[in-house]
């Protein structure tokens, strides 16, 4: 393996990998804020999910994405200060939570593990939560527990380029080198598809073709 792969970075965090419900009549400001997230761009990103908190300031999805945009700046507390707000909309709501366990610290994993199992008990059918019980796995390298939770996320939502690029990077850390290439291939498929999904496209290339090379 090369001494720095796509196997070795994870696609961690919560991020909205899905457009607002109902697209015809949604917001134009939440729209735009959506694919300027998914472009890249945090800041219009941002902008523009506060000018939907302006006029409805318990609008789930925005709320959500000010929170995914605070966590991939780093900013733990306003992330948690907005999954809060959406929890408190509804206390059962499967991305809140698990935002808010990938906030926690070294240390508490079994916490976080036991919370996640009993709401994916609860919520079976949220790829949200079996994401972020993959991503707690992975942090531990225990990489068969982490590939069964990202398959079953990829497999609830099958055009996600991050569940499958995760899926990819897990199985590749347990040698099964052949499925590993079919679902990075599957991940730059997903990822070209549509805008960026923040997977690193050379370093996946790369891996991808080191593993079809091999015997």
Known sequence: MAAESASDHPAQGIRIERGPQQASTVDPNLLAAWQAYRSGDLGAAGQRYSEVLKQDAKNRDALLGMAAIAQQQARDDAAAHYYRQVLALDPRDPAAHAGMLSLLGPG?????????????????????????LGNLYAEQSRWGDAQQAYFSASNLEPDNAQFAFNLAVSLDHLGKGALAAQHYRRALQLDGAAASSGIDRAQTRLRLNELMAAP
């Open 108 to 132: 508490n994993e079994a916490g976080a593990e036991s919370r996640l199992k009993l709401l994916i008990e609860q919520q079976p059918q949220s790829p949200a939560l079996h994401f972020a």
